[in-house]
T-cell receptor, first 113, second 116 residues
Framework: DVKVTQSSRYLVKRTGEKVFLECVQD?????MFWYRQDPGLGLRLIYF???????EKGDIPEGYSVSREKKERFSLILESASTNQTSMYLC????????????FGDGTRLSIL | AQTVTQSQPEMSVQEAETVTLSCTYD???????LFWYKQPPSRQMILVIR??????QNATENRFSVNFQKAAKSFSLKISDSQLGDAAMYFC?????????????FGPGTRLSVLP
């Protein structure tokens, strides 16, 4: 079975805190993604990475950064959390072969107070 | 840039009946892949079905099938013999085959309720 582990299911932080969301995959896949999911807006891509230390901005990168020091781990960082970053965060990964689907983690529901 | 539209924010179906969820997309590419994902309440998003644009035959997975109309850029999902466990958010997604292909584009989702 494909396994994607996100470090927390639920997380509550305060405005201004630095927040780390971790994602680990066991498929040795090159591509990893961070999405934000909000009602009525679907999934919006924050950042993706196609290799170790490589990253590309998605549609809504402002206020976020990422780190990929090892192939299996992709971290999302909220540099200074704000209330408008309260959301569900989904990590996903996919292989490089054309047409391969994405595999998702359980998601982290993040609340910023 | 590609876009994916799901015009039905919510739908409901009676248990054992058939329901069709709509998806349209906009692209100038000729080679791509389309997916339907299912996200049950508070659970992981999982792949339901996949379609390759160069294949004319519609994909089928057990009770799930698609109606892929390439010229119309339409990719609807049909669920037959609906079960209570089919209740979920359903997302349509597009993946390009003409570039490095990392990026996926998702629709806004359709929330499906199954009535007993």
């Amino acid at each position: 079975d494909v396994k994607v582990t996100q470090s927390s299911r639920y997380l509550v932080k305060r405005t201004g805190e630095k927040v780390f969301l971790e994602c680990v995959q066991d498929m040795d896949h090159e591509n990893m993604f961070w999405y934000r999911q909000d009602p009525g807006l679907g999934l919006r891509l924050i950042y993706f990475s196609y290799d170790v230390k490589m990253k590309e901005k998605g549609d809504i990168p402002e206020g976020y950064s990422v780190s990929r020091e090892k192939k299996e781990r992709f971290s999302l960082i909220l540099e200074s959390a704000s209330t408008n970053q309260t959301s569900m965060y989904l990590c996903a990964h996919s292989g490089d072969r054309m047409g391969q689907p994405q595999h998702f983690g359980d998601g982290t529901r993040l609340s910023i107070l | 840039a590609q876009t994916v539209t799901q015009s039905q924010p919510e739908m409901s179906v009676q248990e054992a009946e058939t329901v069709t969820l709509s998806c349209t997309y906009d692209t100038s590419e000729s080679d791509y892949y389309l997916f339907w994902y299912k996200q049950p309440p508070s659970r992981q998003m999982i792949l339901v079905i996949r379609q390759e644009a160069y294949k004319q035959q519609n994909a089928t997975e057990n009770r799930f099938s698609v109606n892929f109309q390439k010229a119309a850029k339409s990719f609807s999902l049909k669920i037959s013999d609906s079960q209570l466990g089919d209740a979920a958010m359903y997302f349509c997604a597009y993946r390009s085959a003409n570039n490095y292909g990392q990026n996926f584009v998702f629709g806004p989702g359709t929330r499906l309720s199954v009535l007993p």
